[in-house]
């Protein structure tokens, strides 16, 4: 697995980015890739959302994206990563790859003595009653885009703007409201990173290469 | 003239949203294409055309939701 670290970007920039490689990935050019970033703020807007779960934007950018879900916000102190991945014989169930997601968080919030938990029917990360980290994925020539957004230690206020993934009442929590110290962005990376190539079940078909 | 259906996406999903056609009707489409995004819950993808000649018919709008093995569109 390559891994790329694009530090803190702008949405549009890392969007175009991980399009190039996953069409590189689909050609055959490059291998399975690993992107990691932190975002400038944004709050993007999946297939499946509306700009009606937008109550306020500041001066927020607004994004239309390809991926599913519904409306999301990303900012400093949230770690993203986009696996561009390409799904072969048995991988090739997308929602697989949906429940592979929720594993690697899981694992991820292990690291730090998080217990998190999937729940059937509303794809993500929970822990306790609040949610985590957010999924939503595309998939074009059975290759993987967009990802995963964990919250490590942002600024949660950008979430009351907006009703996160279309659902009524939900709270949105992060690591730092959880472990007090030693929470460093960069060290989250690795552990995410390290996080995707631990799962097994579709870490092993999909991780090879 | 050849049917172009939805495949299966994953297990225990019956069923997905059309979100755009990247083609129009009367287009010329080639085995490979991606020719229109799906979505479920919270994946969109793209479905590839498993034939080449012209779309002749559209028989899902967008916004409709179709089931597996339901037909997307004709390609003659």
């Known amino acids: 697995m390559r891994y790329i670290d694009l530090g803190l970007s702008d949405y549009k920039e890392a969007y175009r980015f991980q399009c190039e490689v996953r069409d590189n990935v689909a050609a055959g050019i490059f291998g399975n890739t690993l992107i990691i970033t932190e975002h400038k703020s944004v709050i993007t807007i999946g297939r499946k959302g509306s700009e009606n779960n937008i109550f306020k934007r500041d001066a927020i950018e607004v994004l239309k994206v390809d991926r599913g879900g519904d409306v999301t916000y990303h900012g400093p102190g949230q770690v993203v990563a986009y696996p561009i991945f390409k799904l072969e014989n048995e991988a090739r169930d997308i929602h697989r790859f949906l429940r592979f997601l929720e594993e690697v968080g899981i694992n991820f919030l292990n690291k730090y003595g998080v217990k998190g938990e999937a729940r059937p029917g509303a794809t993500g990360v929970w822990t306790g009653d609040s949610k985590i980290a957010s999924i939503g994925i595309g998939v074009k020539k059975w290759v993987t885009y967009h990802g995963i957004a964990i919250n490590i230690n942002p600024d949660l206020v950008p979430f009351s703007f907006i009703k996160p993934c279309g659902i009524d009442g939900v709270k949105i929590t992060s690591l730092a409201e959880l472990v007090k110290e030693g929470l460093n962005i960069q060290d989250a990376k690795r552990d995410l990173k390290e996080s995707f190539e631990e799962v097994p079940l579709l870490a092993e078909a999909v991780c090879k290469g | ?76």
């Open chain 2, 1 to 76: 003239m050849a049917e172009l259906k939805l495949p299966e996406l994953a297990e225990g999903v019956n069923e997905a949203v059309v979100s755009f056609w990247h083609f129009k009707e009367g287009d010329s489409v080639k085995e490979g294409d991606e020719i229109v995004e799906m979505a479920t819950d919270k994946a969109a993808f793209n479905v590839p055309c498993k034939f080449s000649g012209v779309l002749k018919k559209i028989a899902a709008k967008e916004g409709d939701t179709v089931k597996v093995g339901q037909v997307l569109a004709i390609i003659e």
